[in-house]
């Protein structure tokens, strides 16, 4: 590291330096994602270099307009003044489910599509009941890497967590590594991200049904995270009604919960409105642990007027009119949102290349045989660095990613890399400390 202070660096080096000493950040590699944002937002305004800014997993795209006008709409209808209904507006349950089986080709009943305030509140109210369901079952299995503010969740409830990182465990040998955990009988509930966050790895059919399979033997929910559906732009996802469908666990088990995210899909971060689909079965279904605790057996019921209602009483009633105006055109065929989006995996195919051109390593790099997809985050490693120095050193070439560290992640000394805010006209930036960094330590 002394090395290099002699060197110009692309990003003054004194004051990188006495940023990161004043920033109270004791280790960088460990830092939260909200930490670092503040850190470089701090060198940026301090030197007057712009960034490449890869730390922050936010839409980089404006939100649709047939979303925004049916919101403007709803509210000059007057539905601000008015307590929506806590299991959601029926036009956008009735989209939901729409939704769901021309993108998934799942039947689901209207009743168990239910929007929460971001796939964030849907997991947290999720996590509120599966580990009430069964005394013995109280510990939640996360399949790893995985998007850290949903172990904070847990840690919030004081519910317990395990977590494996899948990386070793692709394909079939993924079945053993999971029976591993659900034979203690403990666990409730399994979680992961499809397409991952932070890694980008989509699961294939066999892992699914190894998912989905050893879910029903061992009575275990999945919970399985869509927060960028579709995304997987190796395959056309984007026809209502027409293979190929974004694949998922629900073709495998009765047991799940999925949460679709509006965020990144649909570009609607700033609204917080996420959709919860329950299975059928699983929202029918009487749990006598339920019974004792609320007076009602029903998981459904609970979770609508139990769990949802103390936390928020239901999502804002205008960002539900948006959501259910483009899940219609969606639907209808009228908006096709996938193409929206397909500009991350252009970003990541070309970023990918800079790095890889200059030294660099993709972490996770395939989906059993096959070459990963390009999309909205992808792992990077630089020689034998550790993911703590790389996190910090490229701070002085002004590029930010955060540690897989922070994930769950096994490799550490890899970095996730964010799209979805740096502009091709930062590509040539790019490049240039790509190269500085390499040709400085190589
Ligand atoms: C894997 C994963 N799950 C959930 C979320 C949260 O989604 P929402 O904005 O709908 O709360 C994110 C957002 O980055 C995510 O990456």
Redesign the pocket.
Known sequence: MEAITNKKTPINYTIVKDLIAKSGIKNIGKASIRELVSLINDIERETGEKFIRMEM??PGLPSPEIGINAEIAALQSGVASKYPMIDGVTHLKIEIARFVKNFLNITVNSKGCIP????????FAAFLMLTKLNPNKDTVLFIDP??P??KQQLDVLDKKYETFDVYKYRGEALKEKLESYLKKGTISTILY?NP???SWICFSEKELQIIGELATKYDVIVIE????FAMDFRKDYSKPGQPPYQPTVANYTDNWIL?I????AFSY?GQ???MMVINDQLFKKSYPTLNEIYGNPLFGHNLIYKVLYALSSGVTHSAQYGLAAMLKAVNDGTFDFVSQVKVYGKRAHIMKKLFTENGFSIVYDKDEEKPLADG?YFTFSYKNMSGEELLEKLLYYGISAISLAITGSERTEGLRACVSQVDESQFADLENRLQQFNSDYS
């Open positions: 997993g936010v929460t305030v971001g796939s964030m509140q849907g997991g995985g998007f503010v949903q991200s991952n966050n932070p995270d869509m927060a960028y949460l995210s509006s965020s990144k971060a917080r409105v996420g909205f």
